[in-house]
Each structure stands twice: as structure tokens, then as C-alpha cells.
């Protein structure tokens, strides 16, 4: 079923002319790639404050209320220009290993963002100025860092092809891992 | 003129290395890319701060001087996976366009940074003037150019 849609998504006249302008992908994958600097840059100097290895006079708030608008807009460029780049190549992405662990990952980062909003964060007022804040701030903050670590990593590598299902043969965990469509099954 | 020189940056033992391997060249990159987002934070931080943006109520002097510890961590990365990432396609990159836009903005950057920014952020208070923005502006500009010509190499 998503096979198809995709397969079908992938052969629309946009996604065709994105994928062969000599200008407009490189530009697109470019500001993605920009826009790093903004939304994963924001990102990781407040992580290190959650962490406490940072800006530890600069109370936690101030990167919550001031700098968070940043990194929102960094945010909303990433996924727009994301979105565009997997609308170019929709089943190429979908069955490329780095790009499903870029995925999973990219859940858990949003996920560990909305513990520590809806935690750690709403009790803020009490921790803020604390050069180390407490645990569950700090552990918010490292996992934070981890995860983009490992999206920003997998994100680079989807670029390469050396795991996609068409250039078998795949050791059986890639197959499965890709989700390649192999003879056996 | 150079080009006697690059020839010889891609026969070095690193640049044979990277380009031969096949896992190099894209976990350096990726690292570089690390460096990039590490970079842009704490260059942002202080330009959106001296632009007026940010962490408004934060003394410009304090916000740059707890960045600049990361800022030169990111230097360090960018620099240690650029050099190898370069020696592996050093005569590629002496014909590409984008290269030299890139190596020609870097120490103008590495300069303004280190010798400009940084003492206008020193002085700078609460309250940035019109030196304190054109500063952060220029910074901005400039290390835009660099990246934005730094992923064009790969396009060119």
C-alpha cells in the first residue's frame, strides 16, 4: 500500500522536475542543510545548558522563551525543505536504512522534547538560575544531544546507496532493515 | 600555479586514504556537518544577541564569552575533517569555483571573528548600537557565504 502510493508520489510531474533541475534540488537540499546551523545549532547550545556544561549563568528560561522562536523557525525550514528533498525521491528514502533510522530517531528526539516540556520544564521557575539543574533536565538535554547527533549522522548517509535494495546482494538484516522486496519472500 | 600543490595535497598518505576508503570520506563529512551545527549555535547565540534578537536581557559581554569555548570546539572539528576531506579531492577542489569562494571568505571570517567581534562583543552591555548590529550582520553574511559555498562544492 505505501509501496504503491509512494511508487505513485515518485512519478508525479513535480517530484520528476524537482529531482532533475540542475537548480532548484541543490537548493533545496542546501538550505537544508543551512538551516542546521540554525535549528540543530539552537538546539544543542540549550542542551548544554540543560546539562549544565553552558551558559550556566544565563538562567534556562531565557533559551526556552528567547532563543526556543529560533529554533522553531529553524525547525519548520528543516521539515519543509525535508519534506520537499523525500517528495523528490519518495520510495528511494523510504526503503534507505539510514533515512528509516533518521526517522525513528527524529520520534524519539520530539518525544523526549515533549517529557521535558511537559516535565522538567514546567517546574522551571524553581531550577532556572541553577548553574546544574536537576536530573531529569540534564538527562532531557543529553538525550537531546544524542539524538541529533545520530540524525544529523544518518541524515548525511542516506546520500549514499550502499545498503539500497537495488544493489543486492544485502546480508538478510539490510533486506529486512530496508524492507527490500527480496526473492525468498 | 597551485596546482603543483594540490597534485601533491591528493598523493599524501591522508588524501589516498580518504579517497580509497569507502567509509571515510561520508563519516568525516557527517562529523563536519556536526561541527556546522555546533558553529552555527554559538555564532548565533551572539549575532541574533548583538542584532537585538535571542537571548534579549543577557549582557552581550557574558553571552560571547561563555560561546567562545564553543565556537572554537566547532573551528577545531570543522578544520581537523575539513583538511582530510579536502587532501582526499584536492585537485578536484583547486577546479571547483566554490572552493575558493570558500577558502577566499574563511579567513576573512576567521579574522572579523576573532579580531573584530570579539572585541565589539566585549564591550558591548545590555543594550547593542548600530556598531553592535552591523557586527553581528557582517558575522552572519560571512559565515554564510562560507557554508553556503562549502555545500556548493559538492553541487559544482
Not at chain 1, 538525550?143 to 546480508?171: E, H, K, M
Amino acid at each position: 500500500m505505501i509501496q504503491r502510493f509512494l511508487g505513485w508520489l515518485g512519478e508525479t510531474p513535480w517530484s520528476v522536475a524537482l529531482l532533475e533541475s540542475l537548480y532548484v534540488w541543490p537548493l533545496v537540499e542546501s538550505t537544508h542543510v543551512l538551516a542546521l546551523g540554525l535549528f540543530v545549532g539552537t538546539t544543542v547550545m540549550m542542551d548544554l545548558r540543560l546539562v549544565g556544561v553552558a551558559f550556566r549563568k544565563v538562567p534556562v528560561q531565557a533559551f526556552t522563551g528567547r532563543l526556543l522562536p529560533w529554533t522553531h523557525i529553524g525547525f519548520v525550514v528543516m521539515a519543509v525543505t525535508g519534506l520537499l528533498l523525500f517528495y523528490s525521491q519518495p520510495l528511494r528514502y523510504y526503503h534507505n536504512v539510514f533515512f528509516r533510522v533518521k526517522v525513528l530517531v527524529l520520534i524519539a528526539a520530539g518525544i523526549n522534547a515533549f517529557i521535558f516540556h511537559r516535565g522538567a520544564q514546567r517546574r522551571a521557575a524553581e531550577w532556572a538560575d541553577d548553574a546544574m539543574p536537576p536530573r531529569a533536565a540534564r538527562a532531557a538535554g543529553a538525550v537531546s544531544l544524542a539524538a541529533w547527533t545520530v540524525v544529523v549522522v544518518t541524515g548525511r548517509l542516506i546520500a549514499y546507496n550502499w545498503f539500497d535494495c537495488d544493489l543486492q546482494p544485502q546480508p538478510d538484516w539490510v533486506n529486512w532493515a530496508a524492507g527490500c522486496a527480496t526473492g525468498s519472500e | 600555479m597551485l596546482e603543483p600543490f594540490f597534485r601533491w595535497c591528493e598523493s599524501t598518505l591522508i588524501g589516498r586514504a580518504v579517497a580509497e576508503s569507502v567509509w571515510a570520506f561520508p563519516i568525516l563529512e557527517a562529523i563536519h556537518l556536526l561541527g556546522l551545527c555546533m558553529l552555527g549555535g554559538a555564532l548565533l547565540v551572539v549575532d541574533l544577541r548583538l542584532l537585538g534578537a535571542g537571548l534579549t536581557g543577557q549582557p552581550v559581554a557574558q553571552l560571547a564569552r561563555n560561546a567562545r569555548r564553543w565556537l572554537i570546539t566547532a573551528l577545531v572539528i570543522m578544520v581537523a575533517t575539513g583538511i582530510p576531506l579536502f587532501l582526499s579531492e584536492a585537485i578536484k577542489a583547486y577546479y571547483n569555483t566554490s572552493f575558493w569562494v570558500k577558502m577566499t571568505t574563511l579567513p576573512i571570517a576567521l579574522l572579523f571573528t576573532f579580531l573584530v567581534r570579539e572585541r565589539v562583543a566585549r564591550e558591548e552591555g545590555r543594550d547593542p548600537g548600530v556598531r553592535g548590529k552591523i557586527v553581528g550582520a557582517v558575522s552572519l553574511a560571512l559565515w554564510f557565504t562560507v557554508a553556503a559555498a562549502g555545500r556548493w562544492i559538492g553541487f559544482s
